[in-house]
């Protein structure tokens, strides 16, 4: 009889697992898209309203179910203790997963964290790996912090002439603190005039110190303007910079 019970709540699970795919089949992608566009709003809107438990929870389910902007978000909240208990090592996670499978403003928050040794040991190579696959996304911000350690010799081989083409890069992108830094930078001795500015993405005076990944510069989706995200604006579905992520290295 037991035997029997069980194989006949098998048997319902299956057709319930079957009648919930042919479901999804039905609805098709662009509804499925669709809500979670909806439920990613709902979270925005809570975390905007200061609802720090209910955006955490949506962004974590979403996170489940795959959106990467969605792990970055989770990632930030618990990095902030944001509407769930600060976890770095949990944060890292979010981080990690979402930037290996290819976002490009995780990769910054990864290489902060490899960087300032939070929810890992301090890791100045590694946060440089991840910060030079961030500028090769288009990142500026990731160039500045790139340009930085190149500047110290932190994490990567002193060379003040890559910083420098680093900021100068970052400049072009219109992200207005690296145009200070082209000046500042160790080979600013060379005669060869500052490169033009595009429109700015940030606004004139606004300090790197206030764009800094570790305030949390973006918690919606990240939009791409002039290589840098503005707080506020939302990204089109489908147009997450992405970049493909090499292995790590392996040690010699």
């Known amino acids: 009889m037991t035997h029997r019970v069980s194989l006949s709540l098998r048997s319902i699970r299956v057709v319930a697992a079957l009648i919930t795919v042919s479901l999804l089949a039905a609805c098709g992608p662009s509804t499925v898209m669709a809500d979670k566009s909806r439920r990613f709003d709902q979270a925005t809107a809570a975390y905007d309203a200061g609802d720090f438990e209910t955006a955490f929870r949506i962004w974590r389910t979403l996170a489940d179910e795959n959106d990467l902007a969605a792990m970055r978000n989770a990632g930030h909240m618990l990095r902030k203790g944001l509407g769930v208990e600060r976890d770095f090592e949990r944060a890292l996670d979010y981080y990690t997963e979402a930037a290996r499978k290819g976002l490009v403003l995780a990769m910054a928050n990864v290489a902060e964290m490899h ?91 606004e300090s790197i110190s206030a764009l800094s990944l570790q305030s949390g510069m973006v918690i919606g989706k990240p939009v791409v303007e002039a290589g840098d995200r503005k707080r506020g604006k939302r990204e089109p579905a489908g147009e997450t910079p992405m970049v493909d992520v090499p292995p790590k290295p392996k040690a010699a």
Not at 188 to 195: D, F, G, N, Q, Y
């Open 115 to 205: 960087f300032n040794g939070e929810g890992t040991l301090k890791d100045p190579e590694e946060a440089a790996r991840w910060y030079a696959l961030a500028a090769n996304g288009g990142l500026s911000i990731a160039m500045v912090k790139l340009a930085e350690l190149y500047e110290q010799g932190l994490g990567v081989p002193k060379d003040p002439e890559r910083a420098r083409a680093l900021y100068e890069r970052a400049a072009r992108n219109g992200f207005v603190p690296a145009q200070g830094k082209v000046g500042q930078s160790a080979g600013s001795a060379s005669t060869a005039p500052a490169p033009a500015l595009a429109k700015p993405a940030v606004a004139a005076g």
